[in-house]
């Protein structure tokens, strides 16, 4: 993309450095014209100089052409770069949604479980602290509540 610019920009450079030569040789033509008209120059030299400012003012009118259908072909350019970088960034955000989206819904059936299973957890640790914390005596009595309990569920 940029060697495209840089090289548009150079064209462009060129063209505008032709354009002011080109005026530089027309305005210089304009002054040469008097004094050539008043020589007695040949009627050939005459017709060749006239063919000559022809040539020169098709060649501004040719650059002037050139320059405004590169300046056209740069906007056109520059809208479709900016065009594909708006599709890029719709489309990045857009992904972005959908795996927000996605994980989002594919967390949820997870997160009673999780928190249950926290629960649990903090349960199971608070009980083994307090089994390790106990004297033989309670111990003992946990020890037969627990086979009592367990002989009820049965």
């Known amino acids: ?38 020589l007695k120059v040949d009627q050939q030299l005459k017709e060749t100089f006239d063919a000559e400012a022809k040539w020169l003012g098709k060649v501004q009118e040719l650059v002037s052409e050139v320059r405004a259908f590169r300046e056209g072909e740069f906007q056109h350019f520059r809208f479709g770069v900016v065009w594909r970088w708006a599709l890029a960034c719709l489309f990045a955000l857009a992904a972005t949604g959908v795996y927000e989206g996605v994980r ?47 002989r009820r569920g049965r």
Not at 119 to 145: H, K, N, V
């Open 1 to 38: 993309m940029g060697n495209a610019l840089d090289a548009f920009k150079a064209q462009q450079k060129a063209a505008e450095a032709l354009h002011a030569k080109l005026t530089e040789v027309a305005s210089l033509f304009s002054t040469l014209q008097p004094r050539l008209d008043g």
């Open 104 to 150: 989002v819904r594919a967390e949820n059936p997870y997160a009673a479980e999780i928190e249950q299973l926290r629960a649990q957890a903090q349960l199971a640790d608070l009980m083994q602290q307090r089994i390790s914390t106990m004297t033989p005596a309670e111990r003992q009595q946990f020890d037969r509540l627990m086979k009592i309990e367990s």
